[in-house]
């Protein structure tokens, strides 16, 4: 049996995945990188992107997260992701109907309201996730 690879994904609000896997591929910011047990140890933020958790070849697990950081470690790999979503549980429809929303509301805002720049953000971040959603 082959080793495993201890992996942790937390968000603020709550421990989305913990257990021994094969590998696991995140979204760095400085590209895709993956993880096997033994990996030299480093640190890397995230961009929004989706967490595969491989068992051999096979993708069991797809999770979006929202920015964070990766810790390897001898004990293996901890993701801190400001947000995270278990891709198995997020409908296309659900998160077009809230990119529609929050377009509107950019769209009845002034040029210089201060929650323009926060409403942006998180419609970029819901059309990477409906990205990630059709491929």
Same mark, same amino acid.
């Given at each position: 049996?082959?080793?495993? $690879?201890?992996?942790?994904? +937390? ?7 913990? *257990?021994?896997? %094969?590998?696991?591929? #995140? ?26 958790? $491989?068992?051999?070849?096979? +993708? ?7 920015? *964070?950081?990766? %810790?390897?470690?001898? #004990? ?26 929050? $377009? ?32």
């Amino acid at each position: 049996m082959a080793d495993k $690879l201890h992996f942790s994904l +937390v968000s603020p609000a709550k421990e989305l995945f913990s *257990g021994e896997v %094969d590998h696991v591929i #995140a979204p760095g910011s400085d590209g895709e990188f993956g993880v096997l047990a033994h990996h030299a140890p480093f640190m890397t933020t995230l961009r929004n992107g989706v967490v595969r958790v $491989l068992e051999g070849d096979t +993708v069991k697990m797809r999770i979006f997260v929202r920015g *964070g950081f990766a %810790d390897i470690t001898s #004990a293996g790999l901890t993701i801190l992701a400001e947000e995270a979503r278990m891709l198995d549980d997020v409908k296309v429809d659900d998160v077009q109907a809230e990119m529609e929303a929050t $377009l509107l509301k950019i769209q009845s805002l002034d040029k210089d309201d201060s929650t323009r720049s926060t409403l942006q953000e998180h419609y970029d971040y819901l059309e990477s996730l409906k990205a990630a959603l059709v491929h």
